[in-house]
């Protein structure tokens, strides 16, 4: 049994848009932070954003901010991550994480993973 499922990575045009969902499974999913990250060919895996479980604080990486949006709805248990002005550099597999502890997501240690999304971006 997987704890998150993301889903919605895809082949895409530079300039283009996808959006990543990730639904957990946790009854107590409003009290979680979320968050994304990506791991290119040959690199470490590192953080993309991550949203606390209020929703109102959010964490973005500096590639990504202006282009990148994490949201949240509580009702469905699921993550958002929208992707627009996507970059050939973008290219990488995505996954999401959770833990109960805001740090410890923004510091990459969550203590839950997804089995991952690939996203890749054509020039």
């Known amino acids: 049994q997987e704890r998150v499922v993301e889903s919605g990575g895809g082949l895409v045009q530079a300039g283009g848009s996808l959006r990543l969902s990730c639904t957990a499974f946790?009854?107590?999913?409003?009290?979680?932070?979320m968050g994304w990250f990506r791991q290119a060919l040959g690199k470490e895996r590192a953080i993309v954003a991550a949203?606390?479980?209020?929703?109102?604080?959010?964490y973005y990486s500096g590639s990504t901010v202006g282009r990148f949006t994490i949201s949240k709805d509580n009702a469905k248990n699921t993550v958002y991550l929208q992707m627009n002005s996507l970059k050939p550099e973008d290219t990488a597999m995505y996954y999401c994480?959770?833990?109960?502890?805001?740090?410890?997501?923004?510091?990459?240690?969550?203590?839950?993973w997804g089995q991952g999304t690939q996203v890749t971006v054509s020039s």
């Open positions: 994480a959770a833990d109960p502890s805001y740090r410890a997501v923004v510091n990459q240690h969550p203590g839950y």
């Open positions: 949203i606390a479980g209020s929703g109102s604080t959010k």
């Open positions: 946790e009854r107590t999913f409003e009290n979680y932070t």
